[in-house]
């Protein structure tokens, strides 16, 4: 097989969760165990930071990769999904998996692996446990793939767990309150290595508590003592954040939810400082030096990590932006940061998957804009017709288009160079778009 074959037979052979939905998902870690069992427990070979969560997960991942390959470690980075090709999601020090080692692992390895019916998750997750230590990664940083108690990245046991915030998503395996979510991704909290929780609340709160009381692990809830005071975007598409210790402080992630995930990193950095990595800062001259990393991290995750689809700035005049938030908990802030957009009419090219609160993310969607519904490339995707009608329920008007492709072509034909066109919706959409689009 060549690479596009093995992608095929990856996306098409096996569960799949994120194109399939729930008939895709398989709960437990019985195929993990017996995957890492048969490579010879590879994630044993490096250190690991596990992050969970359910929004700003990807972001917080990244950050952190960024700024540990600019103090000079080799950094392992797993997450998901990926937008536009299979390899974003495994990485080391930025450059993605090679298609050479994508192809061998499947044909060697599928003769094993086959006869377990595992998911795609199960097999991609074995592939990059493997891949790191083949690559003689220093640290990796590990994304919860779903949930986390029953996720198939959790047979680690890292130097440090975070879990980012608590909103509603999967609740059909995760439950229906945040309390019960909460308890399924505190699942990733393992004896004594200390939790970092970057947002909660009264519901929340409680559950982290007892479960890291159960399992001796210190726990630091970042919100508690913030580090930033406020945050602005910026005019080339990231933002400004002020500090009261470290002064300003840019960074290249797009977003008014950046500044929650920045303050769940810096406390997350701290938890790993403590590990020994990063730099001690004993004296002015490492201090200097730690800071100095710290910032260009933050300034560089893009170029260091190639993550996409935050806040992502496409062109100028008209400007174009995509961003990946897909719920309720992502929607209140890119709603928020949409009603501060300044231009002459915005449209919105938009999508969704048919497991999420659809209702309640239209209902955060202006109600002043043209909207261009469409449905990505995934059996997941709602209709855009059925998108369509349910929107305007919520006072939102548009039409409807069979692809991501021709829903931002239409968008771009008659949008003013004073205008601002947004896509997004689902990861999924926006996938379509920088594969097609861009």
């Not at 608590?166 to 990733?188: M, P, R, V, W």
Request: hydrophobic share 40%; with cysteine.
């Amino acid at each position: 097989m060549n690479y596009a074959e093995t992608c095929e037979y990856l996306f098409n052979q096996m569960p799949m969760f994120e194109r399939q939905g729930a008939s895709g998902y398989k709960e437990g870690l019985t195929n993990t165990l017996a995957l890492d069992e048969h490579f010879g427990h590879p994630h044993k070979a490096y250190v690991t930071i596990h992050v969970g969560g359910t929004n700003g997960k990807g972001s917080v991942s990244h950050t952190i990769a960024s700024i540990l390959q600019e103090s000079g470690y080799r950094v392992g980075l797993y997450t998901s999904p990926h937008l536009v090709d299979f390899r974003e999601r495994i990485r080391v020090n930025g450059t993605p998996i090679s298609e050479r080692y994508v192809v061998d692992f499947v044909e060697q390895e599928k003769a094993f692996f086959e006869p377990l019916h595992p998911s795609f998750f199960e097999v991609t997750t074995a592939m990059a446990f493997k891949y790191f230590k083949d690559m003689n990664v220093d640290i990796a940083i590990i994304e919860v793939g779903l949930g986390g108690r029953l996720d198939c990245t959790n047979i680690i046991t890292p130097i440090v767990s975070v879990i980012t915030n608590i909103s509603y998503d999967h609740t059909q395996f995760l439950g229906n309150t945040l309390a019960e979510i909460a308890a399924e991704k505190a699942g990733i909290i393992k004896k004594g290595v200390p939790v970092v929780i970057g947002e909660n609340n009264d519901e929340t709160r409680p559950v982290f508590e007892a479960k890291a009381k159960e399992m001796e692990a210190p726990i630091v809830f970042a919100e508690d003592n913030p580090e930033f005071t406020s945050a602005e975007p910026t005019s080339e598409g990231g933002m400004l954040y002020h500090t009261p210790c470290f002064g300003d402080i840019t960074g290249d992630l797009g977003g008014l939810y950046q500044q929650k995930n920045l303050n769940t990193v810096f406390f997350a950095l701290a938890e790993i400082a403590k590990k020994g990595f990063l730099c001690a800062c004993k004296d002015e001259v490492n201090k200097a030096k730690c800071l100095s990393e710290l910032l260009q991290g933050i300034a560089h995750v893009k170029d260091n990590t190639g993550l996409m689809g935050r806040w992502q700035v496409i062109q100028n005049a008209p400007k174009v932006v995509c961003d990946t938030g897909h719920n309720v908990g992502g929607w209140q802030y890119i709603s928020a940061q949409l009603s501060n957009v300044r231009c002459q009419t915005m449209h919105i090219v938009f999508g969704m998957v048919d497991d999420k609160d659809v209702n309640g993310v239209l209902e955060l969607l202006p109600k002043d804009a043209k909207y261009y519904f469409t449905k990505a490339d995934s059996h997941r995707a709602i209709n855009e017709t059925i998108l369509c009608e349910l929107a305007s329920k919520h006072g939102l008007t548009g039409n409807a288009y069979p692809s991501v492709l021709e829903a931002y072509n239409a968008a771009l034909s008659v949008a003013s160079h004073n205008d601002f066109i947004f896509v997004g919706g689902s990861s999924y959409v926006v996938g379509d778009f920088l594969k097609n689009c861009v």
